[in-house]
């Protein structure tokens, strides 16, 4: 009998309820906290509603129409079709269309789009914990107006013990996130329902006639509130995102039958409590409540964000190490925290990074009504490019009919630029500040490639062949016993490492293996063929490495299994020799002169390749050179 598959795409029946369960609790935090502000800010925000039945009804059918186009239609039954080898997210989806399609004239624009998408990623990745744990907390007031001066000081004590615990890694805690977030989930569910009875006509929100209304009554406000609107999806593109992890089946199922209806039970429900108490609307979330259950709810909200942050802190954990593996990023330090989950990884500096300007925020704005104008605009920035995308996708990638691919491209693109534009009045109340950490990091994974490809091609220009080499240099010099690798970014020419050897050292190794790791543009890769090697001649071999862009690179293991090298490799036996540049910008041709410094500054900070590659300290060698770029 044959076992049943292992990944979550071909989970089996028994796994497909725990992956569900396991979605519910990671996948769907960030968008299962947005109750919490969502309603509140469309209507106190910085664009008041009157709190009256047509606006009500109005934003309450946004809301409900916004959740139906974008995440379900939108990302659960077509973005999430999209899978790369089983893994989503803006980086998977650059992977795979550039290995569709592979280069054309629109490369670079589709290469651009992908890098902005993760750009704009971390600018979310800092909002997120900020909004969610100052609106959980700020429940707190609700409860006690006197504890208002509280809210600040536990925000942060919070959000510093979040990051303190990341290195630690979240497998112990992430089994109980399925579990408390099943139980936010059926709170939220409860606490609507208890409110929507009193009111069951709320119901006929789920008429798109009255989003209509809405706007043709007060167009320019209407416009504004989609700005607030589209807080309610925020998080949705952590469906695709983390679909390596728990699989499209289960993500829908646990979308369509359990945080879709609980969500809008809940929204509902703040509906129906505005229509009967308009006051309410100070905070509605918690006044659903009962006074005596609110500090509960409270603490059960301040859990739920808790998890929503930790989600997308992994996020950025995640995404930071596909832009490594693509090279988009320098070699940065990488501790895997789990000895099961391969995908549970800990980056320290983003890490820190993030805990900085999440403080900064949280006392730079001070409030979750303040924070929300910050918010959404790298949301639905993200939204627009995974629309533009789709439109590759679906035109060249899926060859669907040009009219059903023209229209289902143009849909998204004007709901998701309405959105967009409409977030775009609030930079100068704060979207200002995940636009400037986007450009931040666009500015330095643009850089990054940019200075790799520069300094590649400087590289091969004064390259060697290496079968002149070979012919120069192999008989005459001294062989000495054992194996020697050296590392290689290019499959051509000689490394800079080798003519260094040879220059002061005037000696060659029996056996010389160039070798180049070369990443993929695929999560994984099988075991067999993995590596493919030539013979040269006179001892001297070129071997080329592969491997997935979510996975890390072993040498010394990868370089046991290789037997057409000359046979098999003696790890005692065998040195490494690493090429060490040092850039100096100059005035040739390439990039400005301040960008070839941040590209050289980039260099001298990335990881050793000795860890990186997880090479015995004991057995590399580096020689170091000058490069001008």
Same mark, same amino acid.
């Given at each position: ?13 028994? *796994? =497909? !309820? ?5 979605? &519910?609790?990671?996948?769907? #935090?960030? /968008?299962? @906290?947005?109750?919490? $502000? ?61 290995? *569709? =399609? !592979? ?5 670079? &624009?589709?290469?651009?789009? #992908?890098? /902005?998408? @993760?750009?704009?990623? $971390? ?507």
């Amino acid at each position: 009998m044959t076992s049943p598959p292992a990944g979550p795409q071909g989970a089996p029946q028994g *796994r =497909l !309820g725990a992956l569900a369960l396991g979605a &519910l609790g990671v996948v769907f #935090g960030d /968008i299962g @906290t947005s109750p919490l $502000y969502a309603l509140k800010e469309s209507f106190i925000g910085h664009h008041p509603l009157a709190v009256d039945p047509l606006h009500i009804y109005g934003v309450l059918s946004l809301i409900f129409w916004t959740m139906t186009l974008i995440v379900t239609v939108k990302y659960v039954f077509i973005v999430m079709r999209a899978d790369n080898d089983g893994e989503g997210g803006s980086m998977a989806l650059l992977a795979l269309i550039g290995r *569709r =399609l !592979g280069t054309t004239r629109w490369t670079p &624009l589709i290469a651009s789009l #992908g890098v /902005i998408a @993760t750009a704009l990623f $971390y600018g979310d990745a800092i909002i997120t914990p900020a909004i969610s744990v100052l609106s959980a907390v700020e429940g707190l007031t609700v409860v006690q107006s006197s504890l208002t001066p509280m809210v600040l000081p536990i925000s942060i004590a919070i959000l510093i013990g979040l990051f303190l615990i990341q290195r630690h890694g979240t497998a112990r805690v992430g089994a109980l996130f399925g579990p408390v977030m099943a139980l936010y989930f059926i709170v939220l569910a409860a606490l609507g329902l208890i409110n929507l009875l009193r009111h069951p006509e709320i119901v006929g929100i789920v008429n798109p006639v009255w989003a209509w209304r809405f706007f043709a009554v007060d167009p320019k406000l209407a416009f504004l509130a989609l700005g607030s609107v589209v807080l309610a999806v925020t998080g949705a593109e952590a469906l695709y995102a983390d679909m390596g992890h728990f699989g499209r089946k289960a993500i829908s199922i646990a979308w369509l039958y359990a945080a879709l209806p609980c969500l809008m039970l809940n929204y509902l429900g703040q509906g129906a409590l505005l229509l009967e108490n308009p006051a309410a609307v100070e905070n509605p979330f918690f006044y659903l409540a009962p006074e005596w259950a609110r500090l509960p709810l409270v603490i059960l909200a301040t859990l739920a964000t808790i998890i929503a942050s930790q989600a997308v802190i992994s996020g950025a954990f995640s995404v930071t190490r596909q832009a490594v593996q693509l090279g988009f990023l320098p070699r940065l330090r990488i501790l895997h925290t789990s000895a099961h989950a391969e995908g549970q990884v800990y980056v320290p500096l983003v890490n820190w990074t993030l805990l900085v300007l999440v403080i900064l925020l949280v006392l730079g704005f001070r409030s979750s009504s303040d924070l929300a104008a910050a918010y959404g605009i790298a949301v639905t920035g993200t939204m627009v490019i995974t629309a533009c995308m789709l439109g590759v996708l679906t035109f060249s990638v899926w060859r669907w009919p040009p009219l059903v691919a023209g229209s289902v491209t143009g849909l998204f693109l004007v709901i998701d630029g309405a959105y967009f534009a409409s977030n775009a009045t609030k930079i100068p109340d704060g979207g200002w500040f995940p636009l400037l950490v986007a450009a931040c990091a666009f500015l330095l994974l643009t850089t990054w490639a940019k200075g790799r490809r520069i300094m590649r091609a400087y590289l091969r220009e004064g390259a060697m062949e290496l079968d002149l080499f070979i012919r120069s240099a192999g008989a005459s010099l001294k062989r000495v016993p054992g194996t020697a690798i050296f590392l290689s970014s290019t499959t051509d020419g000689v490394p800079p490492a080798l003519l260094h050897n040879v220059k002061h050292n005037r000696v060659l190794h029996e056996r010389i293996i160039i070798l180049t790791v070369r990443t993929e543009a695929v999560p994984h890769l099988p075991l067999e063929g993995r590596t493919s090697a030539t013979d040269h001649g006179q001892g001297f071999y070129r071997l080329v490495l592969r491997h997935g862009f979510m996975e890390d690179v072993d040498i010394p293991a990868a370089m046991k299994a290789v037997q057409d090298c000359g046979g098999p490799i003696n790890v005692k036996d065998t040195s490494y020799f690493l090429s060490r540049q040092t850039l100096i910008p100059s005035e040739r041709p390439g990039m400005a002169i301040w960008r070839e410094k941040l590209f050289a500054w980039m260099i001298r900070n990335a990881e050793s390749p000795m860890s990186f590659f997880k090479l015995p300290t004991n057995r590399v060698v580096e020689l170091g050179s000058q490069l001008e770029i």
